[in-house]
Nanobody, 125 residues
Framework: QVQVVESGGGLVQAGGSLRLSCTVS????????MGWFRQAPGKDREGVAC????????TYADSVEGRFAISRDNAKNTLYLQMDNLRPEDTAMYYC??????????????????WGRGTQVTVSL
């Protein structure tokens, strides 16, 4: 059974930074693409960033391009999301999930049960 555990969220002022982590078990981490998604209260879940299994192809939503960076350490079964220059509109619960695709298709919310509990990111003015 696939398990994902997100961590690293918190409360930060606008312009600040956070680094999210996600550890994955129950699959061969280095064989799958991975993605970060987020959901704000009252809004649909949306794709933030995704990365291919080798870590060489990164794709970002327009809203975070240039501010966020996705990376992975396959030896540690861990996915990261470095978030810089945070804005209040980045406030959301953030989730990571294994993906069948990368690139722009990887930013579509997947039909999967492998969602973790998420980690809350709150950005204040």
């Amino acid at each position: 059974q696939v398990q994902v555990v997100e961590s690293g969220g918190g409360l930060v002022q606008a312009g600040g930074s956070l680094r999210l982590s996600c550890t994955v078990s129950g699959l061969i981490f280095g064989d799958v693409s991975m993605g970060w998604f987020r959901q704000a209260p009252g809004k649909d879940r949306e794709g933030v960033a995704c990365i291919d299994w080798g870590g060489s192809i990164e794709t970002y939503a327009d809203s975070v391009e240039g501010r966020f960076a996705i990376s992975r350490d396959n030896a540690k079964n861990t996915l990261y999301l470095q978030m810089d220059n945070l804005r209040p509109e980045d406030t959301a619960m953030y989730y990571c999930v294994p993906l069948a695709f990368f690139g722009t298709r990887g930013l579509r919310v997947p039909d999967t049960t492998a969602w973790g509990r998420g980690t809350q990111v709150t950005v204040s003015l």
